[in-house]
């Protein structure tokens, strides 16, 4: 595995987003330095995100064409978010040949869930999908190899009242659609006191944590071809979905 000394991470699946650029020491590599800046509004990652990354680039004192490693969330999330988070990872990573690692958004949750209540073998992160539907996917840690890396169930759309009346007892959950679905939220409060609620800090991904999940999976040898690297969206596409229906 090349050195790793500089890195940047790249979360735009949250809202609004955020970067955090550092460096690390060691082998494996871990963080000495880390600063983070959020994004300026959601919805204006396509106009703000690389300036941001330029920015922090060079108040952390070195340019993009020293960065070893970039990390990325994948989603799930909003379509144009995502687009932009991701491409701007592939071009920082095919102009500067770095490695490029994409971290699930669903990982990045789970593994800040845990930071906030402590050790879970199962956290359920949800995300508001549209329709009146959830997406949510399941992280466990039974199972996972020493790394400690988590499971992910692939995911899947519901129903909320039907994700509700269906999680085990003692489950984490966390996830995007506790700050904008008042009504889960109720519901979770008043008829689920058996879930443990992360706090509301923990609710959004954070370019942080992709940068701490990137570091651990360059360190296992795990890193993605910028050529292959695809976001996770949260539904098909309009075009993908009506083909679907009318097939």
């Known amino acids: 595995m090349p050195q790793i000394h500089h890195f940047l991470a790249i979360e735009t699946s949250g809202s609004p987003g955020s970067v955090a650029v550092g460096t690390a020491n060691g082998s494996p590599p871990e963080s000495s330095s880390l600063t983070t800046h959020a994004l300026p509004a959601a919805g204006s990652q396509g106009r703000d995100l690389m300036p ?3 920015r922090a680039a060079a108040e952390a004192g070195w340019s993009l064409a020293d960065v070893d490693l970039v990390a990325v969330a994948i989603g799930p999330g909003p379509f144009t978010g995502l687009r932009v988070g991701v491409t701007t990872a592939k071009a920082v990573a095919w102009s500067t040949d770095c490695l490029l690692v994409g971290v699930p958004t669903a990982a990045c949750l789970a593994a800040q869930a845990v930071e906030a209540v402590g050790p879970s073998n199962r956290v359920d992160v949800v995300f508001t999908a549209g329709r009146g539907e959830l997406f949510a996917i399941t992280a466990t840690s039974a199972g996972a190899d020493e790394t400690g890396a988590w499971q992910l169930s692939p995911g899947s759309l519901t129903d ?12 984490v959950v966390t996830g995007p659609a ?10 979770l409060t008043d008829r689920r006191p058996d879930l443990v609620l992360t706090p509301a800090s923990a609710w959004q991904p954070k370019a942080a944590t992709v940068a701490s999940l990137g570091l651990a999976a360059a360190a296992r040898g795990v890193a993605d071809s910028a050529a292959a690297i695809t976001p996770l969206y949260l539904r098909p596409s309009y075009a993908e979905d009506r083909h679907s229906t009318t097939s």
């Open 52 to 54: 941001t990354v330029v």
């Open 160 to 171: 909320p009242t039907a994700w509700l009346d269906a999680v085990p007892s003692g489950t």
């Open 178 to 187: 506790l700050t904008s679905d008042a009504d889960l939220l109720a519901a």
